[in-house]
């Protein structure tokens, strides 16, 4: 069975074909329950190592499990990164892309966002966030996340780390079965419609597997808690019985994938997910309607034979996007057609040789990895009076392509209890667009003339970026760690190719064709513990880090004076590199303890940000003067958020209570139209494993109702009030 996938792309709206055989898509991976238990243990789903490469010393990633996220169903996949230490998802509950940042850095690719190691770099201006990932939750099993950038794969063209979501495969559901299935089923109150999800296993013989799922879901309006209130930032209180819609979604999502075992040394695996999104986004009688697509597409082969020197990993993916929106008719002018594109494309291969040095051992891990970001906007305006140059859209999301490769070698030593890494990373990237510029002249009789011109845009560059650590082993499963790491980010074409005005209004937006990379320099340091049977069968587990980030270079939005293709002087509003050094330093603590019968777990994050404003207002000649921008340049997470989450399992471990209290710091931020008070939530949930193959689910989030607004959610909207789900999970 072939299937075919047509993508509109970039302004002409070509269609455009996934080079890879992509199997059918029907999948939805649900959120694993809690496996069977037999003799006592729990049984998780297994855990895909994606990298054959040792992670680098001290490197702070953490994993979120599938266990974790079954125990409260996410409502949006910002829910899933919600324990995290100084990882926060800026999400609008009118729109069901996610925006991950980490530790004070978000937006413009400064964090990889992936799913199953398919960039997705999405981006479209707006008041707020203007990177989005669109998942749908039931079809992750695991998100791994990396707050430093390394000398791997995933780490070229970034700033901040790196956030995985890896989705179904079929030895989640296999578990040494040939077949399999999964069925899961939740519903819920304020706004908790529905949710849905099938999915079906197979291991046709010794050598292929085969995994399909399919997932709905349905969200709607919400209110907000009632315990408290919510002020806007003009200090009236927010009426939450006033005709204010969240207007909600509707979402499908399917999911194929082949795994092909060539030989016992060689893995090939082909894969297919694909969304689909309607919602809308405004209030009142100003109601954008959306359709969204997108389609990731992968294709990996790995080879590990018997030689140490050999380890090799080869990817290939494709990701695409677009997204139609209607717009209706405002007080000013009449309703628009829009269409945002974007396709993405790349691929890696890399290799780990390991061999015996001395009294230590040797892992080299070497490779490349490149990518394209190909853009598009098409509008049409049903008066073509309102936008005549066609400028409105097309301008702030304008037309290009982005080119980055990056070639890498790191190498660890471990020599009795110590660990020795190093690593070097060259990225280079090129960049075109044009774009549509207003430009005023006047002539010697004083007699003014404008009107908009494509200005070609072109960038480049490329830098060494290194990084190195060590650890040592104080006891068994006792390790202290310091590390530095470096980032390298290249402008985007969204801030390089900045044009047009803004919609409505004569605000001129201005490309900035010498726009610098950002550099980040982070270092950091702590510990991490792991131990068993420390008092009963148990297992326990600390991390504690701290760290400081440097920015070079930081790119925000600011005003800036004159005139990018000859003219008279004008006001623009363009993207900057701020001068000095822009700071975000913190501490993180992680703990878990789990005992099998109870088990207790808890995580504390701090964040300092200090984003240097200072700028040049003159970026199209040799004219300097110094100005102070906005802190709309950027999205702060509050400074201090901590949770505290345990529970039991009795009756045999066949139902399992618990419950979680998070806390957040009272934060400032000027794109939040409410200020951005403190507040604690409490969460409660459970579990009963009916039979050997159902099990039932009950939580309930916001338990006392609190009103408050998440920092780094919508600008326009206050957080949900109390919501309760119940959801059915069935294995066969």
């Given at each position: 069975?072939?299937?075919?996938?047509?993508?509109?792309?970039?302004?002409?709206?070509?269609?455009?074909?996934?080079?890879?055989c992509?199997?059918?898509?029907?999948a939805l991976?649900?959120?694993?329950?809690?496996?069977?238990?037999?003799d006592?243990?729990?049984?998780?789903?297994?855990?895909?190592?994606?990298?054959?490469?040792?992670?680098?010393?001290g490197?702070p990633?953490?994993?979120?499990?599938?266990?974790?996220?079954a125990?409260?169903?996410p409502?949006?996949?910002?829910?899933?990164?919600?324990d995290?230490?100084n990882?926060?998802?800026?999400?609008?509950?009118?729109?069901?892309?996610?925006?991950?940042?980490?530790?004070?850095?978000?937006?413009?690719?400064?964090?990889?966002?992936?799913?199953?190691?398919?960039?997705?770099?999405?981006?479209?201006?707006?008041?707020?966030?203007?990177?989005?990932?669109?998942?749908?939750?039931?079809?992750?099993?695991?998100?791994?996340?990396?707050?430093a950038?390394?000398?791997?794969?995933?780490?070229?063209a970034?700033?901040?780390?790196?956030?995985?979501f890896?989705?179904l495969?079929?030895?989640?559901?296999l578990?040494?079965?040939?077949?399999?299935g999964?069925?899961?089923?939740?519903t819920?109150?304020?706004?908790?419609?529905f949710?849905?999800?099938?999915?079906?296993?197979?291991?046709?013989?010794?050598?292929?597997?085969?995994?399909?799922a399919?997932?709905?879901?349905?969200t709607?309006?919400?209110e907000?808690?009632?315990?408290g209130?919510?002020?806007?930032?003009?200090?009236?209180?927010?009426?939450?019985?006033?005709?204010?819609?969240?207007?909600?979604?509707?979402?499908?999502?399917?999911?194929g994938?082949?795994?092909?075992?060539?030989?016992?040394a060689?893995?090939?695996e082909?894969?297919?997910?694909?969304?689909?999104?309607?919602?809308g986004?405004?209030e009142?009688?100003?109601?954008d309607?959306t359709?969204?697509s997108?389609?990731?597409?992968?294709?990996?082969?790995?080879?590990?034979?018997?030689?140490?020197?050999?380890?090799?990993s080869?990817?290939?993916?494709?990701?695409?996007?677009?997204?139609?929106?209607?717009?209706?008719?405002?007080?000013?002018?009449?309703s628009?057609?829009?269409?945002?594109?974007?396709?993405?494309?790349?691929g890696?291969l890399s290799?780990?040789?390991?061999?015996?040095?001395?009294?230590?051992?040797?892992?080299?891990?070497?490779?490349?990895?490149?990518?394209?970001?190909?853009?598009?906007?098409?509008?049409?305006?049903?008066?073509q009076?309102?936008?005549?140059?066609?400028?409105w859209?097309s301008?702030?999301?304008?037309?290009?392509?982005?080119d980055?490769?990056?070639?890498?070698?790191s190498g660890?030593y471990?020599?009795?209890?110590?660990?020795?890494?190093?690593g070097?990373?060259?990225?280079a990237?090129?960049?075109?667009?044009?774009?549509s510029?207003?430009?005023?002249?006047?002539?010697?009789?004083?007699?003014?003339?404008?009107?908009?011109?494509?200005?070609?845009?072109?960038?480049?560059?490329?830098?060494?970026?290194?990084?190195?650590?060590?650890?040592?082993?104080?006891?068994d499963?006792?390790?202290l760690?310091?590390?530095?790491?470096?980032?390298y980010?290249?402008?985007t074409?969204?801030?390089t190719?900045?044009?047009?005005?803004?919609?409505?209004?004569?605000?001129?937006?201005?490309?900035?064709?010498?726009?610098r990379?950002?550099?980040?320099?982070?270092?950091?340091?702590?510990?991490?513990?792991?131990?068993?049977?420390?008092?009963?069968?148990?297992?326990?587990r600390?991390g504690?880090?701290?760290?400081?980030?440097?920015?070079?270079?930081?790119i925000?939005?600011a005003t800036?004076?004159?005139?990018?293709?000859g003219?008279?002087?004008?006001?623009?509003?363009?993207?900057?590199?701020?001068?000095?050094?822009?700071?975000?330093?913190?501490?993180?603590?992680?703990?878990?303890?789990?005992?099998?019968?109870?088990?207790?777990?808890?995580?504390?994050?701090?964040l300092?940000?200090?984003?240097?404003?200072?700028?040049?207002?003159?970026?199209?000649?040799?004219?300097?003067?110094?100005?102070?921008?906005?802190?709309?340049?950027?999205?702060?997470p509050?400074d201090l958020?901590?949770?505290?989450?345990?529970?039991?399992?009795v009756?045999?471990?066949?139902?399992e209570?618990?419950g979680?209290?998070?806390?957040?710091?009272?934060?400032?931020n000027?794109l939040?139209?409410?200020n951005?008070?403190?507040?604690?939530?409490?969460?409660?949930?459970?579990?009963?494993?009916?039979?050997?193959?159902?099990?039932?689910?009950?939580s309930?989030?916001?338990?006392?109702d609190?009103?408050?607004?998440?920092?780094?959610?919508?600008?326009?909207?206050?957080?949900?009030g109390?919501?309760?789900s119940?959801?059915?999970?069935?294995?066969?």
């Amino acid at each position: 069975m072939t299937l075919h996938f047509d993508q509109r792309l970039s302004a002409q709206r070509r269609a455009v074909a996934l080079p890879l055989c992509l199997l059918a898509a029907a999948a939805l991976p649900g959120v694993a329950v809690r496996a069977q238990e037999q003799d006592r243990e729990i049984a998780l789903d297994p855990i895909i190592v994606e990298n054959a490469a040792p992670a680098p010393v001290g490197a702070p990633v953490e994993e979120v499990t599938a266990e974790q996220i079954a125990r409260t169903p996410p409502r949006t996949a910002s829910d899933l990164l919600r324990d995290v230490p100084n990882v926060t998802a800026s999400e609008d509950p009118q729109n069901p892309g996610v925006n991950v940042n980490i530790r004070g850095l978000q937006d413009q690719t400064r964090v990889n966002m992936m799913i199953d190691g398919a960039r997705q770099n999405f981006q479209q201006s707006g008041h707020g966030s203007t990177a989005l990932v669109y998942i749908d939750p039931n079809m992750v099993r695991a998100v791994e996340v990396d707050k430093a950038v390394n000398a791997t794969v995933g780490s070229a063209a970034t700033l901040a780390g790196s956030v995985n979501f890896r989705t179904l495969r079929a030895e989640d559901l296999l578990e040494g079965r040939d077949t399999a299935g999964e069925l899961i089923g939740t519903t819920g109150t304020n706004g908790m419609d529905f949710s849905g999800f099938a999915a079906g296993a197979a291991r046709l013989n010794e050598r292929l597997s085969l995994v399909f799922a399919l997932s709905h879901r349905e969200t709607g309006d919400y209110e907000i808690g009632r315990n408290g209130s919510v002020t806007t930032a003009a200090g009236t209180p927010f009426d939450s019985n006033s005709d204010v819609s969240f207007t909600g979604s509707d979402s499908w999502s399917g999911l194929g994938r082949a795994t092909l075992d060539l030989s016992p040394a060689s893995r090939v695996e082909i894969g297919y997910l694909g969304y689909r999104s309607e919602f809308g986004t405004g209030e009142g009688a100003y109601i954008d309607e959306t359709t969204l697509s997108t389609s990731t597409g992968t294709l990996s082969w790995d080879y590990a034979p018997d030689d140490d020197l050999i380890d090799l990993s080869a990817r290939l993916w494709i990701t695409t996007l677009d997204s139609d929106e209607y717009r209706p008719p405002r007080p000013s002018y009449d309703s628009f057609s829009v269409d945002y594109a974007l396709n993405t494309w790349g691929g890696s291969l890399s290799n780990t040789s390991r061999f015996a040095a001395g009294p230590g051992d040797v892992a080299l891990t070497y490779g490349f990895e490149a990518f394209q970001d190909s853009t598009g906007t098409v509008s049409l305006a049903a008066t073509q009076a309102d936008d005549p140059d066609n400028v409105w859209f097309s301008g702030a999301n304008p037309v290009g392509e982005r080119d980055v490769a990056s070639g890498f070698l790191s190498g660890q030593y471990d020599i009795g209890r110590w660990s020795l890494s190093a690593g070097l990373r060259y990225d280079a990237y090129s960049l075109s667009g044009t774009a549509s510029t207003y430009v005023r002249s006047t002539d010697a009789g004083g007699t003014r003339t404008g009107g908009y011109q494509d200005v070609d845009v072109d960038s480049s560059g490329g830098r060494f970026v290194p990084s190195a650590g060590i650890a040592y082993e104080i006891a068994d499963g006792l390790r202290l760690f310091t590390r530095y790491t470096e980032g390298y980010r290249p402008p985007t074409i969204m801030e390089t190719v900045f044009g047009g005005q803004h919609i409505g209004f004569n605000a001129y937006f201005g490309p900035n064709p010498n726009l610098r990379p950002e550099l980040s320099r982070t270092l950091e340091g702590g510990l991490t513990w792991e131990g068993h049977d420390l008092l009963l069968q148990d297992r326990f587990r600390l991390g504690a880090t701290v760290f400081e980030r440097r920015v070079s270079d930081y790119i925000g939005l600011a005003t800036v004076y004159g005139s990018p293709a000859g003219g008279d002087d004008l006001s623009y509003s363009a993207y900057v590199n701020y001068e000095g050094t822009s700071r975000f330093q913190g501490v993180e603590l992680s703990a878990d303890y789990d005992a099998g019968g109870f088990y207790l777990r808890g995580s504390l994050a701090t964040l300092d940000s200090d984003i240097s404003q200072r700028y040049d207002a003159y970026i199209y000649d040799d004219r300097t003067s110094p100005a102070e921008g906005s802190t709309q340049a950027s999205v702060v997470p509050p400074d201090l958020r901590w949770s505290l989450e345990g529970g039991v399992r009795v009756f045999d471990r066949v139902v399992e209570l618990g419950g979680r209290v998070t806390h957040v710091s009272a934060s400032e931020n000027d794109l939040s139209s409410y200020n951005l008070d403190a507040f604690t939530t409490f969460d409660l949930y459970g579990s009963w494993q009916i039979t050997e193959t159902a099990a039932l689910r009950l939580s309930v989030e916001n338990l006392t109702d609190v009103a408050y607004v998440d920092p780094l959610g919508s600008s326009a909207y206050p957080a949900p009030g109390r919501t309760a789900s119940l959801t059915l999970h069935m294995k066969f």
